[in-house]
């Protein structure tokens, strides 16, 4: 990609970024053009063409984003409150705006979400994927590390990626029930096997994980006992929204690997989630990313 090119990206990335953080405050055409230094006049047509959507509707998704998130996994959070986070002055106008998107008002999704509407709205869309900025910073920020073995309690997903969301919500619910593995004191992972941009939907596996001192053994809630095994790992901290870390992954396996001289140990790959959306907001979200390497 032409350096003209790579530095339109990542002045568009900027508005993303301030859209995101700002996400509670009045946001504007005139401020979001300043971010990105671009006129104010020609901004909404630029944004609208790497987007396919106007910085209003962009900025609506984000906050109705949150607000799913909320009511499934935020329960004592009444859904006025939620609305009012939402920037929405009335209960009526953010219900339409949330059914609209998701074909499910609050209260229903509430109790019954459609994590496949939502996925379909959020997968990739909100945000500007950075597979042809230049990374190479990011050779000084990957460290090896050895790791021992770390006892896990998990829930298996296998299927579509866009149900991972429910399998969340079932592995949470375990959690809070038995306080085996108590998210205040307990690591938390995930457990990768296969790419999801490069795997049909129905044999996605994916295994949600809590930090366990003990096997659990059989129970009502399907958690199996797994370890992830120690050893040298590659390790790269990232710094925001889930859907953006493909493109640290893919640097680690396509740029990172081969300069290094280090090899893959035959073990999947997991994360570390070092905190949750929407406890905190998703450009604060901090996931640590472990691929295996021989010893």
Not at 262 to 289: G, S, W
Request: hydrophobic content about 35%; glycine content about 4%.
């Amino acid at each position: 990609m032409n350096q003209n090119k790579q530095q339109y990206i990542q002045r568009m990335r900027k508005v993303c970024e301030y859209i995101y953080q700002n996400i509670d405050n009045t946001l504007t055409y005139e401020a979001l053009s300043q971010v990105a230094h671009f006129s104010s006049f020609h901004f909404h047509r630029q944004f609208s063409a790497i987007f396919g959507m106007s910085t209003t509707t962009f900025i609506m998704k984000v906050r109705l984003k949150r607000a799913a998130y909320q009511l499934v996994f935020q329960p004592h959070k009444s859904i006025t409150d939620i609305a009012l986070d939402a920037s929405f002055d009335y209960l009526e106008s953010f219900s339409r705006a949330f059914k609209r998107h998701f074909n499910q008002s609050p209260s229903q999704f509430r109790r019954d979400p459609t994590w496949p509407d939502w996925y379909e709205q959020f997968d990739s869309k909100v945000g500007i994927k950075m597979k042809d900025i230049n990374n190479h910073a990011l050779l000084d920020e990957i460290s090896v590390k050895n790791l021992e073995t770390i006892l896990v309690a998990v829930k298996e997903h296998s299927g579509s990626p866009s149900l991972l969301n429910n399998t969340i919500g079932q592995f949470i619910d375990w959690r809070k029930n038995t306080m085996h593995s108590p998210v205040d004191s307990s690591r938390t992972f995930g457990i990768v096997y296969n790419d999801p941009n490069n795997t049909p939907a129905e044999q996605f596996r994916f295994d949600v994980c809590g930090e366990v001192q003990q096997m659990v053994g059989q129970n009502p809630f399907g958690i199996v006992d797994k370890s992830i095994e120690g050893g040298r790992y590659a390790c790269l901290r990232h710094i925001g929204p889930h859907y953006l870390m493909d493109d640290k992954i893919y640097f680690i396996f396509g740029q990172w690997l081969p300069q290094s001289g280090e090899e893959l140990r035959d073990q999947p790959m997991f994360f570390e989630y070092k905190n949750v959306f929407p406890e905190v907001a998703e450009h604060e979200l901090i996931t640590d990313i472990y691929v295996p390497l021989k010893d």
